[in-house]
């Protein structure tokens, strides 16, 4: 550890330019949503197309981007970003809309559009398709995987829940495939596959125990959609296989997002572990509203400045030994996780005097990042 952190290699700038897909993840108000605009900004103004896309449900990366009118779920465009055009860079954000997606999948893998107006107006699909468990995650992980083969961009920067969410969010595609190949999804699936009726399986004695748990409409319901998505499970599995793959690929890097507290460092140490226990590891970390440094100042004696009493002066004296003072305590806590991801790099950006809600001030804060001799 320096006296200002300690020191790593590469940077955040190497990051945006070497990855096609990038994963901003960490414990909340942290800063990840800001975060995610910003490389999205930097990366534009490389040259590139990127698109970042928000699965946070507050909305604050439309906020960021200062659109009083907010995001859709298509990609649209953000101007004003300082961007080159003559190096042809673009910059695009959207909102992830599970239901939409989802219903996107089904126009996708069934084989006409019968099978898609079954499925679309089914009670059960519906419900399951804005609430099961899971789906916003794994929703999250299609879109990305969408976003990615969308020849309009060579970069995609996601922006993702709270830390557990992330985990989720690069669980989810696994966890479809073997939901798929489970005993219990075979058995919903056997009347289909044996001919038997919706409704006379219903009188059968697994589907009619089901049917006093749940209800019989439910049950129905539920049992009308698994006979309208037989055949499309195929589909549904190579595609969350493909999805996996894009994960784990490469050029797919995960930046962990935290601020210089204990409790968020101790977060992003745990995240960082789960994500190496899955293979992934850490590119980057950003360390948002750091105390800035006012480098190494000894606190003269006897100092006379014209105009100001002796208690001003040693006021302002005592209150710049106490920012110094925080900030070492700040450096102090990233320790573990410095120690735990080198030599990755680690961006400090320091804390600000007013909130980030447009481009003006995302860029103030792109040109700490984006500053070598600010990195840790």
Same mark, same amino acid.
């Given at each position: !550890?320096?006296?200002?952190?300690?020191?790593?290699?590469?940077?955040?700038?190497?990051?945006?330019?070497?990855?096609?897909?990038?994963?901003? $993840?960490?414990?909340?108000?942290?800063?990840?949503?800001?975060?995610?605009?910003?490389?999205?900004?930097?990366?534009?103004?490389?040259?590139?197309?990127?698109?970042?896309?928000?699965?946070?449900?507050?909305?604050?990366? #439309?906020?960021?981007?200062?659109?009083? !009118?907010?995001?859709?779920?298509?990609?649209?465009?953000?101007?004003?970003?300082?961007?080159?055009?003559?190096?042809?860079?673009?910059?695009?954000? !959207? !909102?992830?809309?599970?239901? @939409?997606?989802?219903?996107?999948?089904?126009?996708?893998?069934?084989?006409?559009?019968?099978?898609?107006?079954?499925?679309?107006? /089914?009670?059960?699909?519906?419900?399951?398709?804005?609430?099961?468990?899971?789906?916003?995650?794994?929703? #999250?992980?299609?879109?990305?995987?969408?976003?990615?083969?969308? /020849?309009?961009?060579?970069?995609?920067?996601?922006?993702?829940?709270?830390?557990? /969410?992330?985990?989720?969010?690069?669980? @989810?595609?696994?966890? &479809?495939?073997?939901? &798929?190949?489970?005993?219990?999804?075979?058995?919903?699936?056997?009347?289909?596959?044996?001919?038997?009726?919706?409704?006379?399986?219903?009188?059968?004695p697994f589907f009619k125990a089901i049917g006093r748990v749940v209800g019989s409409d439910v049950l129905a319901d539920s049992m009308?959609?698994?006979?309208?998505?037989?055949?499309?499970?195929?589909?549904?599995?190579?595609?969350?296989?493909?999805?996996?793959?894009? &994960?784990r690929a490469e050029r797919t890097n995960f930046v962990v997002v935290a601020s210089p507290r204990h409790d968020t460092i101790t977060?992003?140490?745990?995240? @960082?572990?789960?994500?190496?226990?899955?293979?992934?590891?850490?590119?980057?970390?950003?360390?948002?509203?750091?105390?800035?440094?006012?480098?190494?100042?000894?606190?003269?004696?006897?100092?006379?400045?014209?105009?100001?009493?002796?208690?001003?002066?040693?006021?302002?004296?005592?209150?710049?030994?106490?920012?110094?003072?925080?900030?070492?305590?700040?450096?102090?806590?990233?320790?573990?996780?410095?120690? &735990?991801?080198?030599?990755?790099?680690?961006?400090?950006?320091?804390?600000?005097?007013?909130?980030?809600?447009?481009?003006?001030?995302?860029?103030?804060? #792109?040109?700490?990042?984006?500053?070598?001799? /600010?990195? $840790?």
């Amino acid at each position: !550890m320096t006296a200002d952190g300690p020191v790593a290699v590469g940077s955040m700038r190497d990051v945006v330019q070497q990855s096609d897909v990038i994963v901003c $993840c960490g414990s909340g108000g942290v800063g990840k949503t800001t975060t995610a605009a910003i490389i999205g900004m930097d990366a534009a103004r490389l040259g590139r197309s990127v698109v970042v896309v928000t699965i946070d449900p507050a909305k604050r990366l #439309a906020d960021a981007l200062g659109l009083s !009118m907010g995001l859709s779920s298509a990609p649209q465009r953000i101007g004003g970003v300082g961007v080159d055009m003559g190096a042809g860079g673009e910059m695009w954000a !959207m !909102m992830l809309d599970t239901a @939409a997606t989802f219903d996107g999948l089904v126009r996708i893998y069934a084989d006409d559009e019968q099978q898609i107006d079954r499925i679309l107006s /089914n009670r059960f699909y519906r419900n399951m398709a804005g609430a099961m468990s899971g789906t916003q995650e794994y929703m #999250a992980a299609e879109t990305l995987h969408a976003l990615h083969n969308d /020849n309009r961009f060579d970069l995609v920067v996601v922006d993702t829940p709270p830390s557990r /969410n992330a985990l989720d969010f690069l669980d @989810a595609p696994g966890v &479809l495939s073997r939901f &798929l190949d489970h005993r219990v999804f075979k058995l919903a699936m056997l009347p289909t596959r044996s001919g038997l009726k919706v409704f006379g399986s219903a009188a059968q004695p697994f589907f009619k125990a089901i049917g006093r748990v749940v209800g019989s409409d439910v049950l129905a319901d539920s049992m009308a959609f698994f006979q309208a998505f037989s055949g499309m499970e195929t589909g549904f599995r190579e595609r969350a296989d493909d999805v996996v793959a894009l &994960l784990r690929a490469e050029r797919t890097n995960f930046v962990v997002v935290a601020s210089p507290r204990h409790d968020t460092i101790t977060e992003a140490v745990w995240l @960082a572990q789960q994500l190496g226990d899955q293979g992934v590891g850490v590119a980057a970390a950003i360390i948002n509203r750091v105390q800035p440094s006012f480098g190494v100042i000894d606190v003269p004696t006897g100092v006379e400045v014209p105009g100001a009493s002796r208690d001003v002066v040693s006021a302002l004296w005592k209150n710049l030994g106490e920012l110094q003072q925080i900030r070492r305590a700040e450096l102090e806590a990233l320790e573990p996780l410095v120690a &735990l991801i080198e030599p990755a790099p680690i961006a400090l950006l320091p804390l600000l005097d007013g909130d980030i809600h447009d481009l003006d001030s995302l860029d103030q804060v #792109a040109q700490h990042l984006f500053l070598e001799r /600010n990195r $840790c």
